[in-house]
């Protein structure tokens, strides 16, 4: 991935660009998400990645609102959830997340996960609102290879993006394989697994040895492995140190030394019993 600053995209296959590093709100209160929004975007970031289970995306919407930077510079996804899905709720519920987030695009929009029986007619309720122009991008997060067969089978649009539990304990290398030959882009959630990555040993090393923070080491390696990357903080000085990760490089031989880590080590649950 040649991205050299945080305002780097990446290519979605319909055209649209997705800048690489986004802030994750899961878990920060509607009380703590102006403060959060307003000091990403101060220092340059133009992404954020919200779902309506977060119960959140009224605050964002007035934390972006009430910024300078205006909202056709800022790319915004949200997703829908699984007692949402079916084709009349999903549009449904699409419609409440814009009203909350006081736009009226999104610029992606995911199925939250694959609820068996229900994903196919989400997915087609995603396909009108993506024709209909209301949706920039569209997309799923956390399918496996086989829910994306399925609804590339059954749809007629292949998502633009795959949004994964993605880290160094959990890589799914054959999944990233997959999502890369149909031009899915890879998206990792958790990508610090949820401050997990702090106590590895090898990331300790590999933060003194860079003289870099295990946080901008792990980010880096997504970054390297062609994974956009949405690490979720409430703290200034973090949001900023998490953005800061384009001043350096990874050798192939220690890439490789993270990859080593992985152990199919989930902290969410397995898409297969959703
Ligand atoms: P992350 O792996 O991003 O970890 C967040 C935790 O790490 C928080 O406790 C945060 O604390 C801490 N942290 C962040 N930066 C630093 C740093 N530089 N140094 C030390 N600690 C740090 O976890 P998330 O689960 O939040 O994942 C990121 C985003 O992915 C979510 O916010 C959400 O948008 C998305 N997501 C999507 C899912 C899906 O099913 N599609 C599931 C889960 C997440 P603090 O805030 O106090 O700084």
Same mark, same amino acid.
Request: hydrophobic share 30%.
């Given at each position: 991935m040649k991205i050299s600053n945080l305002k780097g995209t990446v290519e979605l296959s319909n055209g649209t660009q997705m800048p690489y590093l986004g802030l994750g709100v899961f878990q920060t209160p509607n009380e703590q998400i102006k403060d959060a929004v307003h000091a990403e975007l101060d220092f340059g970031y133009r992404h954020i990645d919200t779902a309506?289970?977060?119960?959140n995306e009224d605050g964002l919407g007035d934390a972006i609102k009430s910024h300078s930077v205006p909202r056709n510079e800022i790319f915004i996804t949200s997703k829908v959830w699984n007692s949402d899905q079916g084709y009349d709720e999903t549009i449904k519920a699409f419609n409440q997340s814009l009203e909350k987030l006081q736009? !009226?695009?999104?610029d992606l929009y995911l199925v939250h996960w694959p609820v068996k029986g229900k994903y196919a007619e989400t997915w087609r309720a995603l396909e009108t609102l993506y024709e209909e122009g209301r949706v920039k991008a569209i997309g799923v997060s956390n399918f496996l290879q086989h829910h994306l067969e399925d609804i590339m089978e059954s749809g007629k649009i292949v998502p633009m993006v795959n949004q994964m539990e993605f880290h160094p304990h959990l890589v799914q290398q054959d999944l990233i394989d997959f999502c890369k030959k149909h031009n899915i882009q890879y998206e990792a959630w958790s990508p610090l697994i949820q401050g997990k990555a702090f106590e590895i040993d090898l990331l300790k090393d590999l933060s003194k040895k860079y003289k870099k923070s295990i946080a901008q080491i792990v980010l880096r390696w997504d970054l390297q492995k062609g994974v956009v990357t949405i690490p979720k903080s409430v703290k200034k000085n973090r949001i900023e140190e998490n953005a800061s990760i384009f001043d350096f490089e990874i050798s192939e031989e220690d890439m490789k030394r993270i990859d080593a880590l !992985?152990? !199919?080590?989930?902290?969410g649950p397995h898409p297969d019993n959703i």
């Open positions: 309506a289970f977060y119960e736009t !009226d695009y999104l !992985d152990c !199919d080590g989930r902290i």
